[in-house]
């Protein structure tokens, strides 16, 4: 299983990004989706996930960020709105596949926010 994440760029603050993450190959069953960031010299953290019909979100995004997913696509999707220049970040997504789950990584895709 391949994830490819889309959607980061540069964007003032205030502003809005969606980020979406596909999956492709051999997907059958996907359980838990998350998005994780990580800031320049800052541990990898977890942003939002989304599993069995809940989803969960940092303190730091509440109310400003949205996870979604389209289970017939095999996509999710991060809408960032609000944005601030501590949310610049590279956005990792993440989904646990099949049975037993096993975790899947995307690649990357960094969000700037400039202030």
């Known amino acids: 299983v391949q994830l490819q994440a889309f959607g980061g760029g540069l964007v003032q603050a205030g502003g809005s990004l969606r980020l979406s993450c596909a999956a492709s190959g051999s997907v059958f069953v996907i359980n838990t989706m998350a998005w994780y960031r990580q800031a320049p010299g800052k541990q990898r953290e977890l942003v939002a996930l989304t599993t069995s019909g809940s989803t969960w979100y940092a303190d730091s995004v509440k109310g400003r960020f949205t996870i979604s997913r389209d289970n017939a696509k095999n996509t999710m999707y991060l809408q960032m709105n609000s944005l601030k220049p501590e949310d610049t970040a590279v956005f990792y997504c993440?989904?646990?596949?099949?049975?037993?789950?096993?975790?899947?990584w995307g690649q990357g895709t960094q969000v700037t926010v400039s202030s």
């Open positions: 993440a989904m646990d596949v099949g049975q037993p789950p096993r975790r899947a």
